[in-house]
């Protein structure tokens, strides 16, 4: 184990986080986004009496087990005091978990925006309405954040963090609020469904061809919900389009604060690395990268790297050691030592390397979570990685 | 989409007890087929694993299409070539990637089946097509599988075969499914039209386990494990397309054998003339130890999958490469260690 820094200094990364409203963790799938943000609530929740609200997308398990809850539903649920005491862990203020209930959040945004409530209705009733709200690109990002402004603007909790979304590029939520308005914006689509809206019976001659071959393509129902769909999410656009501008003004404002969490793993750093430019683009505060599960500065050593080699290389050295031992040293045994070692060494090094290209992004706060491997109790090993937060 | 998942007491469910299948002849089952689906959770190295396949299809002499579906993939990169486009290119030796773009597909299978002419981008009609490719669903997913069992049908001016292998690089976890299962949905969507059969043709070649089959990746971590689990599930309880293998990425290698451990002992107590020859033992005895500790905890969840799935599960080391055709190679050359046969 390496020596685990002393917490609670004044340039901790908490310490950075401690005013903010709202923290988003971003970082692709697999980095331990999740159980980062939950260390993040814990520590603090630990170190100020903020009420602290941990919120996390479907599936809920991850972070349930990270904070040794049974199962984490829609309704916000307290980590017990004396569940956390029993950890070791003292706490000032309170940390609460919940899983965003991204669904309907998708459904009261429908209803606040459409004109009437029979609008709404036809919209949520639409077969087509499911699929998307279901796997429309962009609407599970983009809901995180509407549910995320919903609370925020409840304002019930003085600290909303959120992980994202585990996608293969965390970025697409950025970009969420833009393909929502798009989608429903199109102002070509009312050129599909006519002024009149009724569906494709009453549109436009330029159409017809396109309708014809739509007909023989899908059968002449599929196409008229569609343009009955559309017609009526038309209606929406406006209402959608305000409300993600307010979304991204909170998401740009100096009480919000953006965590990039990641591994040293090429990949997901490859798209943390980007991820930060593309934050500077986006002109949202960047407040720090976690950089999850580092290996031990001792593979890096040059004492240990000058043994591995000479164990590996050094042809003399069984002979040599037989002498002195007294007992058959077989080359093969040393060898093995060395071998399992030196792989660990390159993929230190390599991460090494990574690392130091952190430093590129410019003046960015950067804290290191090193591999922890003991057995220790969810809570326990929560509140290791707080401590180093 | 995240299909419902029925809540559990505990997070790891005890599972059915079957013996391991082996992973030996697992790979050439893989390279034998005309279309290899390669899913599994973000993060756990499917792109590689695609590249992989892709290579050592390639190197018996097969004509091999990559076939990139997410719109951010690297693939192409994975073959060490810069970009894929719409266009199959050549990324290495009879190996070719296409990136898979819906609406580019429709263009084409309207092309192809109605003779209707491509549209410029910038008419109200390609945009209304864009919103049924890209927003509606169905048809997105549709042209996913459409366009690889399209790519499976196509012939070269000789009639053969234009790719003896497609190997395609699947969307993260839930969506793939709602992909695979594309032609059924359409089925139900679509009663009428004459999209109809062209429907049921896509969904033959998915569902031909002589044909068709698919990979799973995973990590040898607690979530990987649970949702490759339930992944695996789902596609079986599906019915389409056939699993044949797991590949567990990042595996951390076995600790150093008995006689290794010993001398380490030794060395690490020994006189001050030997520590002198050795100085650096005792820091290389406390990094194996934890990369013991970190083997154990991944060769349970190893243990844990392997009896949560009845495909076999073949074990990738962590690697030191860094991203790109140089880890690609490495990952080809374990998955075929691993998968060698067993003489007896």
């Not at chain 1, 697409?172 to 308005?181: G, K, S």
Request: proline fraction near 6%.
């Amino acid at each position: 184990m390496t020596a685990e820094r002393t917490p609670r200094n004044h340039d901790s990364l908490v310490s950075r986080l401690q005013e903010l409203e709202v923290i988003v963790c971003c970082g692709s799938g697999g980095v331990g986004k999740t159980t980062i943000s939950a260390a993040l609530g814990l520590a603090l929740a630990q170190r100020s009496d903020r009420k602290v609200l941990v919120l996390t997308v479907d599936p809920a398990r991850r972070l349930a087990t990270a904070l040794g809850l049974k199962d984490i539903g829609t309704e916000p649920v307290t980590v017990p005091r004396a569940r956390l005491r029993r950890a070791g862990i003292e706490m000032q203020g309170e940390l609460v978990a919940a899983m965003l209930d991204m669904k309907s959040t998708f459904d009261r945004m429908v209803m606040r925006v459409a004109p009437t409530r029979r609008d709404a209705e036809r919209i949520l009733e639409n077969r087509f309405y499911q699929g998307i709200s279901d796997s429309f690109i962009g609407s599970h990002e983009y809901m995180a954040m509407e549910a995320l402004y919903e609370l925020h603007e409840a304002g019930e909790y003085d600290t909303l963090i959120i992980d994202t979304p585990p996608s293969r590029n965390a970025l697409d939520f950025l970009e969420a609020p833009n393909r929502l308005t798009d989608f429903v914006g199109a102002r070509l689509l009312s050129w599909l469904s006519g002024p009149t809206r009724f569906g494709f019976r009453a549109i436009n001659l330029a159409a017809a061809p396109f309708l014809r071959m739509a007909d023989r393509l899908l059968g002449a129902d599929v196409l008229t919900e569609v343009a009955e769909f559309v017609a009526d999410l038309q209606k929406i656009y406006g209402g959608v389009q305000e409300r993600a501008r307010d979304v991204y003004k909170l998401l740009r404002s100096s009480r919000v604060g953006f965590v990039v969490v990641t591994t040293l793993e090429p990949s997901p750093f490859g798209e943390a690395e980007y991820f930060c430019t593309r934050l500077r683009e986006y002109r949202m505060p960047l407040r720090g990268v976690v950089v999850n599960r580092t290996w031990p500065d001792s593979l890096r050593n040059h004492t240990a790297l000058a043994t591995a080699t000479a164990l590996a290389e050094d042809q003399r050295l069984p002979e040599w050691l037989t002498e002195r031992l007294g007992h058959r040293v077989q080359p093969d045994a040393l060898h093995a030592l060395a071998v399992n070692w030196l792989e660990l060494h390159a993929i230190a090094e390599r991460d090494a390397r990574q690392l130091s290209r952190l430093a590129r992004l410019g003046d960015v706060h950067a804290v290191t979570i090193p591999l922890f491997s003991e057995e220790t109790s969810e809570l326990e090993g929560l509140a290791r990685i707080a401590n180093l937060l | 989409m995240c299909p419902p998942r029925c809540p559990r007491r505990s997070i790891l469910p005890p599972r059915r007890r079957h013996r391991p299948p082996s992973a030996a002849g697992a790979l050439d089952e893989l390279v034998g087929k005309r279309i290899v689906f390669v899913a599994g959770k973000g993060g756990t190295g499917k792109t590689t694993v695609a590249a992989a396949i892709a290579l050592l299809a390639a190197k018996t002499g097969k004509q091999v299409l990559g076939v990139e579906v997410e719109p951010k993939g690297d693939l192409a990169g994975a073959l060490g070539s810069s970009g894929a486009s719409f266009k199959p290119a050549l990324a290495q030796a009879n190996v070719s990637v296409l990136a898979l773009h819906p609406e580019e597909s429709f263009h084409e299978y309207l092309n192809t089946f109605f003779k209707v002419p491509r549209l410029a981008r910038a008419t109200p009609l390609a945009k209304v097509f864009d919103f049924i490719a890209t927003a509606v669903p169905g048809p997105r997913d549709m042209l996913v599988v459409g366009k690889v069992a399209f790519e499976e049908r196509r012939r070269d001016d000789k009639g053969r075969p234009a790719w003896d292998l497609i190997v395609v690089d699947c969307s993260a976890s839930g969506h793939v499914l709602a992909q695979l299962n594309a032609a059924r949905s359409m089925m139900q969507l679509v009663r009428g039209g004459m999209i109809r059969s062209q429907v049921e043709w896509i969904d033959q070649v998915i569902s031909d386990a002589r044909r068709t089959a698919l990979v799973l990746t995973a990590l040898p971590e607690e979530m990987p494990v649970v949702e490759t689990v339930e992944l695996h599930d789902q596609i079986v309880k599906q019915r389409g397309v056939r699993v044949v293998a797991c590949v567990l990425n990042r595996m951390i290698r076995a600790p150093v054998p008995p006689a290794s451990r010993r001398l380490l002992a030794q060395l690490t107590t020994g006189d001050a003339e030997v520590r002198a020859r050795v100085p650096g033992i005792g820091s290389i005895g406390a990094d194996l130890e934890l990369s013991e500790r970190l083997h154990r905890t991944a060769e349970a969840q190893a243990q844990r999958l392997r009896s949560g799935i009845a495909v076999p599960v073949i074990e990738v080391p962590l690697l030191a490469t860094r991203t790109g055709l140089a880890t690609t190679r490495a990952v080809a050359s374990s998955l075929t260690e691993q998968t060698a046969a067993v003489s007896p």
